[in-house]
C-alpha cells in the first residue's frame, strides 16, 4: 500500500501546482496518471489478493514526510558547486510521469533559484520501478551511458520529458540528438552487466532509507561523507521544497 499512498500525494501535488492555462495535454497527463494508479492498484492486487475481497479495504493514509534518514556515501555525478551549503537527492524513475512532472516544474526553479546559485548541490540515485514501468531500467543504464560520453543530465532530460511515449528504439534516437558516438552509447546500454551493481546500490540505499515510491528526495546539510537528512516524499510544487530548503539552512540540520 505504500506504493499507492505515494502515488495519491503526487497525484494531489501534481494537481495542485498546475496552473491551467500552462496544462500541456492535460487530457492526456490524466489518463496517464489514471493508467499509473490502476497498474499499481493490479500490482498490489496481484501481491495481497484483491482490493476489496473480504474485509473492506483500509482508508489510504499520507505517506509520512520529514523522516530523518543518513544517507551513507554523498558521491555520484553532482549538479551545481559541490560545496554547496545544501544537498538533495532525488530517487527517481525515469519512466514515472510523476519525476516528470516534478522535473517540468518545480526542478526547473530550484535548478534556477538554488542550483545556479550556488546554494544546492543536486545529485540523483536510480530507484526503477519495473513492475509497473518496463523501460525505466533501460532509461537508467542510458543516462549513465550517456554520461560516459559527459552529457549524463542531458540524456536524463531527454528521457524525462518523453518518458510517456518510451519505446525500445527512442533511447538511441536521444543518443543522435545528443550528438552521442551511438555506437558506443547502443553497446553500452545492450550490455547487461554495465551498471548492474551502481543501479542495484542506488536501489539498496532508497531501501535502507525507507524510500520505496518515486519521487523521493533526501535534503540536508552538504557534507563529504555521511549526510544526514531528511525525506521529502511527492512531486510537490516549488514552494514546499523552497520552504523546507529554508529551514534546513537556518535550523544548520
Not at 500552462?22 to 497498474?39: D, V, Y
Not at 559541490?82 to 526547473?108: G, K, N, S
Amino acid at each position: 500500500m505504500r506504493i499507492l499512498r505515494f502515488a495519491i500525494t503526487s497525484v494531489i501535488a501534481i494537481l495542485s501546482v498546475v496552473p491551467l492555462g500552462a496544462q500541456q495535454s492535460l487530457q492526456q497527463q490524466n489518463e496517464q496518471i489514471l493508467n499509473e494508479l490502476k497498474a499499481i492498484r493490479q500490482l498490489l492486487e496481484r501481491l495481497a489478493g484483491p482490493i476489496g475481497a473480504g474485509a473492506a479495504a483500509p482508508v489510504p493514509t499520507l505517506a509520512p514526510v520529514n523522516d530523518k534518514v543518513t544517507i551513507g556515501s554523498v558521491t555520484g555525478v553532482v549538479l551545481g558547486k559541490p560545496d554547496a551549503p545544501l544537498t538533495m537527492i532525488e530517487y527517481t524513475d525515469l519512466q514515472c510521469p510523476f519525476c516528470r512532472q516534478f522535473h517540468i516544474t518545480a526542478f526547473e526553479q530550484l535548478k534556477k533559484e538554488y542550483i545556479d546559485t550556488g546554494k544546492l548541490r543536486y545529485l540523483t540515485r536510480d530507484l526503477p520501478i519495473e513492475s509497473i514501468h518496463p523501460y525505466a531500467m533501460t532509461a537508467a543504464k542510458a543516462t549513465r551511458c550517456a554520461g560516459d560520453q559527459n552529457k549524463f543530465w542531458e540524456m536524463r532530460h531527454s528521457i524525462l520529458l518523453n518518458n510517456a511515449k518510451l519505446t525500445t528504439d527512442a533511447f538511441a534516437t536521444f543518443a543522435q540528438d545528443l550528438k552521442l558516438n551511438t555506437g558506443a552509447f547502443n553497446k553500452c546500454v545492450a550490455d547487461p552487466s554495465k551498471f548492474q551493481a551502481e543501479i542495484a546500490k542506488d536501489m539498496a540505499e532508497a531501501t535502507a532509507a525507507g524510500l520505496s515510491a518515486t519521487p523521493s528526495f533526501v535534503i540536508g546539510k552538504t557534507t563529504t561523507g555521511a549526510m544526514d537528512g531528511i525525506k521529502f516524499i511527492g512531486a510537490q510544487p516549488f514552494a514546499a521544497f523552497d520552504a523546507k530548503l529554508k529551514e534546513i539552512a537556518a535550523k544548520g540540520q
